[in-house]
T-cell receptor
């Protein structure tokens, strides 16, 4: 079985500051890792994903994440956030057949002016 | 642009009633997923279709929940004898597993409130 832990339910940050949203997973098999974002009143959309290759993955809107197999982590980072980044962010894990995705409980990023 | 469409967007019903939620996926997507999101939680897997068949229904909480996808496109999630604990946002997502690299495309969800 697989599971995802997002320890921070809310992260307040000032505009133009850096941010890191933490994600840890557990799995007995190889996994694929994803970050999704949900803006207010919208559906979830993909930010970035790790399938294989370079452990540093770049996504949309200046976000990046690093896969760390030994730490079983996939933390999301952005060097300088904007007000428009205010949203809820979900980390997810899947096996290599994409049959089932396990999501974390989400982190609400609140960017303040 | 045709994304994933879910209807109704909001449904209020009384305990014990029957409810149907509809999902119209992106054209050509063979995979379709239903998830349930309760307040303060992440999406919880319910069922996965590949084509017309339910490839994995291990997330359905009990036999009051059932889903179909008869022609491999539109799917309906059916909930019998609704209970207050069924109140949640029901999310549908579609994907093209062979070429999409696991990316899920989500609808905006159907918010179900059971009184």
């Amino acid at each position: 079985a697989q599971s995802v832990t997002q320890l921070d339910s809310q992260v307040p940050v000032f505009e133009e500051a850096p941010v890191e949203l933490r994600c840890n997973y557990s799995s007995s098999v190889s996994v694929y890792l994803f970050w999704y974002v949900q803006y207010p009143n919208q559906g979830l959309q993909l930010l970035l994903k790790y399938l294989s290759g370079s452990t540093l993955v770049k996504g949309i809107n200046g976000f990046e994440a690093e896969f760390n197999k030994s730490q079983t982590s996939f933390h999301l980072r952005k060097p300088s956030v904007h007000i428009s980044d205010t949203a809820e962010y979900f980390c997810a894990v899947s096996g290599n057949n994409f049959n089932k995705f396990y999501f974390g409980s989400g982190t609400k990023l609140n960017v303040k002016p | 642009g045709a994304g994933v469409s879910q209807t109704p967007s909001n449904k209020v019903t009384e305990k014990g009633k029957y409810v149907e939620l509809r999902c119209d996926p992106i054209s050509g997507h063979t995979a379709l997923y239903w998830y349930r999101q309760s307040l303060g939680q992440g999406p919880e897997f319910l069922i996965y279709f590949q084509g017309t068949g339910a490839a994995d229904d291990s997330g359905l909480p009990n036999d009051r929940f059932f889903a179909v996808r008869p022609e491999g496109s539109v799917s309906t999630l059916k909930i019998q004898r609704t209970e207050r604990g069924d109140s949640a946002v029901y999310l549908c997502a579609s994907s093209q597993p062979r070429t999409g690299g696991g990316e899920l495309f989500f609808g905006e969800g159907s918010r179900l409130t059971v009184l």
